[in-house]
């Protein structure tokens, strides 16, 4: 499968997925023009915290203790701070052997897996305490009704060892997909599972629980014009629950399809599935990436992202804090896995 998915080690990217030929998420020829110009976190695994904190802080963890960190983005804090784990070089790949993707139907062929490994420090962007967090890929193909469907597992494990007794973890990937073998997302047919999203403010901070979905049928088939319809927007998969009953470790719960996406030119298929309560859908409004390496610029709606997580800002709110506290003896853990295919 190296031909066909690649990874680096910094922020433990995926660089390449690729379906009949066509490489179906953004990127960069080389780990240094990642370094230089991934403004827009292509591939990267983000924590400590994926998305953001609102006010750049933590009210009350630790028995009581508030932390700070950096604002980059407006007020709050976006994507672990400065220096995220996206921007962090990992211990990796390394080879463990064949897995099986839990939750996939048929028999997968191939389940080679790496592994990749990273210090998160006491302190890091600010954080409470010391994290090893791993990240595994695996990858694979299935046959489904006659089709070979490309498999990418992801599998998230964090565990606070040191430095405090509890801190705060929503890790995501942040890849950018193309389905459409051109420069825009244009075309590009999307179903969500949901028309449940928390509104947000201005700056991307929920203003209340769980609610409709009304600017488009996001469970019905609809299509991304070249400007329009915009997301940025946290949709919540099972509104019906409640938010204080996601584990901090969902990799035990049934996979949910979240997103399905095809183009009909090129015929590409995408699925996303996860184990995890929430998803940032995010059709690259502020993408801005010059022509390097031999790569094309890439401009807005370049690229389309589904972030699986837990809900936005939930450490600075009382009923949904428990889904990103992690206490020491605890695993912090979620699956994502990405099926393509082309018709």
């Known amino acids: 499968m190296a031909d066909e998915i690649s990874f680096l080690p910094l922020g433990a990217i995926i660089q390449s997925f690729k379906v009949g030929g066509t490489n179906i998420v953004q990127g960069f020829p080389t780990q240094e023009l990642y370094a230089e110009h991934n403004s827009p976190h292509f591939g990267a695994t983000i924590g400590r915290v994926a998305n953001r904190i609102s006010d750049a802080k933590i009210d009350s963890i630790n028995g009581g203790k508030s932390y700070t960190f950096a604002a980059n983005n407006g007020p709050n804090t976006l994507h672990g701070g400065n220096v995220g784990w996206g921007k962090r070089i990992w211990k990796g790949p390394n080879p463990v052997g064949l897995r099986k993707i839990p939750g996939v139907e048929g028999e997968l062929q191939g389940g080679e897996t790496v592994e990749f ?71 590009t047919v999307v179903q969500l599972c949901t028309d449940s999203y928390l509104p947000l403010s201005e700056w991307g901070i929920p203003t209340t629980g769980p609610t409709a979905y009304s600017k488009v049928a996001t469970t019905t088939p609809f299509t991304l014009g070249a400007e329009g319809p915009d997301f940025d927007d946290c949709f919540i998969v099972d509104p019906s629950s409640s938010p204080s009953s996601v584990p901090i470790d969902t990799r035990t719960l049934p996979l949910t399809k979240l997103v399905s996406a095809h183009h009909p030119e090129s015929k590409i298929h995408l699925d996303v599935l996860s184990t995890e309560p929430a998803f940032q859908f995010y059709t690259g409004k502020w993408i801005d990436v010059p022509a390097v390496g031999g790569a094309p610029a890439r401009g807005p709606r370049s690229g389309f992202c589904v972030e699986p997580s837990r809900f936005v800002n939930a450490i600075n709110v009382d009923d949904w804090k428990s889904q990103m506290l992690l206490k020491k003896g605890e695993k912090y853990g979620a699956r994502i896995v990405y099926k393509a295919w082309k018709e």
């Open 117 to 187: 490994v990273l210090t998160s420090e006491d302190g890091d962007e600010g954080f409470p305490g010391e994290v090893i967090v791993k990240v595994f890929y695996t990858a694979g193909k299935v046959v489904e009704n006659g089709k070979e469907i490309t498999v990418l597992g992801q599998e998230y494990d964090a565990e606070l060892v040191g430095g405090a007794e509890e801190t705060v973890v929503n890790i995501t990937n942040h890849s950018y997909f193309n389905l459409s073998g051109g420069p825009s997302i244009e075309g």
